[in-house]
């Protein structure tokens, strides 16, 4: 009886609401994907999915008008009685016959120039009907794979759970959410997730929400990696030009003209396409735009088209967006992608305003049973039918998943895995069991990853064993445990450092550290030269920047979010710190030369190694703060969103003490600000600011001092420079009493470089920066940079080059940076 009763109940629940659903193709029967189908005077609609098919939920009861609207095709509105709701309607879209009155179009008298002029006009009050609204929102994002080889850089990407054939094709994402969403311009959100599904991961959760479906093109800029300019923009007309192509009149009885979007220069952050533009209210009545990767500095995407289509409410007269999607395709190396956003907008409520309390810092949350929807539910409320390809992925994507994540089969690839072969003594071995989720590792001899050369050491290399444990990794619990082994031939010496690391949930992400051993540690502990750049510069050209002494530890570090957008850090250490000198002469080249000494104070000291050995405990305290930060709230993690609007904000305390002589022992206070700023389409501005103070350190280890990250090598590792002077020596300027270090750069993102003929071509962006250092009893020290950034060769972008130049008691140093990204 129990069971009969909830039968009824899901009987009536498939009732409570009438669905039509069908198919819409051309007058040849070719399905037209992307149709606008909804109900009359409503803001209730979906789309076609890539077969042509719909469904549309009514909300209305009695006789329903349902439109389908096309560009290109003449809008039909068809009457369905009630009666008749559960039958297929097929449609039959017929193409428009445009037209287009006969003018004279002078240069000065260009009609779709008229058009444009009064859209901008009318900007501010089309925004203002739109700005504040409650509505329901769907997102379907699906992305595909194409000829991807069976190998990365040397590693095996298997068929990816089941995605990809034997040809390296398929679809390795598939999910899908339903929301409710409130929203208020220009980026007030308030998000709740109430269904969810993932392809392939039935306990899993989408990432594609409300959040990044918003581009309104009555904003000047639409960010797409940098800000495209809107061919609405207040300045549009500075980037495009316009030909009025055809008009029409659609079942509101109101003309829309349609207009071609030209760019006047390829290079720069433009669309290309059409808008439609409606007459009177010179509202959007519709998007059908082409965004060129080069054109937003994402050179592996070949091309993006954006497609929006709006619906009319007599009642309140509003234009209203309710129909979305985005679609890509892209490559490197051979291999294809492509993929689409589809959004639906529905049962939009508009508002005159909401209560202060409305909106808080929490933008998105995922209701922890949204993943536990059946197929039922899905296909009841699903506003966009699968396609046969779609419904093929799931469910043979979900058993796969059943199949793939039961014991007796991750036992049986364990099995095969964990087999130990002859060499792996030599290239390293790991032992997995997936089911009980924990695996155990060993680096072997011959980890090259990890070989580099400098003059204390001689050539070195690591080895080491490892534990890791996501036994709860749904809770955010998971454990790691290193040791690591490192062996310097030309001293002969083998030193072995641990480490234990735990994180106890996935909410504010508490985190405990217990490290200690014995290794070589750089003076600067930023490491301002990466082993393997100092291998380079020490073999080749016998410099020998890398300055090391060493380090014998105990330490523990505890860390986690406190309050929301505040993260704290605290950590207490014991060192212990003997120097080192120069071991090995050897070099490939200008083997005559001779090697500076160990001694970063005074490089031509063979004798004094800087310091004399002494030990010293240290508390570290360190406070981020996010100003103004947001966050998603999903039960499998809390994701903070970083307010751009408002800057980084670092504060810190460190204090040494327990030192083996009283003089070691010291206390500094610092802080440090980060800011990035995006002016419009006018490019990317960054800060960094730090400053510190010493206290009772008047002689105090070298080690303990403040360095500053410099650069003696011309090679630049990062994509930008705020934490770096690139002409100063490494220990040139290190302080123990108080400090103050500025480094700003301004990226034109191609605002200045795309108009420039010839370097145009280049598709490159221009950058320049200032940097500056102040200390006591020295002038300051400061550079001046211009260069050029996002270059390389088709559509690997990964040089930067930049001239600079220092000054310190006047003109210093000059030289030029090559900066290679993928080195960092």
Known sequence: MKNAFLYFLLFLSFYATAQIKGTVTDEKGNPLPLINVFEENTYNGTTTNEQGKYQLHLKSSGKNKIVFQYLGFKTQKIEVPAEKSASPLDVKMIEENFSLNEVIIHTKDNPANAIIKKAIASKKENTRKTSRFK???????????????????????????????????GII????????IVYEKPNNLKEVVTASKVSGDNKGYAYNTARSSFYDFYDNTIRFGINMISPIADNAFNYYKYKLESTFVDENSQTINKIKVIAKRDKEPVFEGYIYIVDDSWAIYAIDLDIKGYRMKEDVIDVMTLKQNFSYNKNNKIWAKNTQSLEFSAGIFGIKFNGQYTYVYNNYEFVDSFDKKTFTNEITTVDINSNKKDTVFWNANRPIPLTTEEITDY?????????RNSPKYLDSIDKKENKFKFFD?????????????????????????????????GWNFDTGFSYSNWKQEEKGRQTNIDVKINYGFSEDRLRVSGKYWHQFNNQNYANIKVAGGSTVQQFNREEPISPFINSISTLFFKDNYMKLYNLEFAEIEYGQDVANGVYLKGKIDFEQRKPLFNTTDFSFFNKEDIYFSNNPLDPIDYTNPGFEKHSLAKLNLTAKINFGNKYASRPDGKFNIRNKKYPILFLGFEKGFAGSEKKYEFSQINAQLKYNYTFGNKGDFGLNLKAGKFFNAENIAFMDYQHFNGNQTYVGLSGNYLNVFNLMPYYSNSTNDSYLEFHTEHNDRGFIMNKIPLLNLLKSNLVVGYHLLAVP??????????????????????????????????????????GIKFMD
């Open 173 to 180: 994402s598939l999910s899908e959410t339903f929301s409710k």
């Open 395 to 403: 469910v043979r994507k979900d058993s796969i998943h059943k199949v």
């Open 135 to 169: 509505a329901d929102f769907y997102s379907k994002g699906i992305f595909k794979l194409k000829n991807a080889p069976k190998k990365i850089f040397g590693q095996k990407i298997g068929d990816m759970n089941g995605a990809l054939d034997s040809t390296g094709t």
């Open 777 to 818: 009893n020295t002038s300051p020290y400061s550079e001046y940079s211009v260069g050029l950034d996002n270059l390389g060769f088709g559509k690997l972008k990964m040089f930067r080059i930049d001239y600079v130049r220092s000054y310190q008691n006047g003109f210093q140093n000059e030289g030029v940076i090559v």
């Open 425 to 457: 003594p030599i290239t390293g071995y790991t032992y997995k069991s997936s089911s009980k989720k924990f695996s155990l590792g060993y680096k072997g001899l011959l980890d090259l990853s990890s070989l580099s050369f400098n003059t204390v050491q």
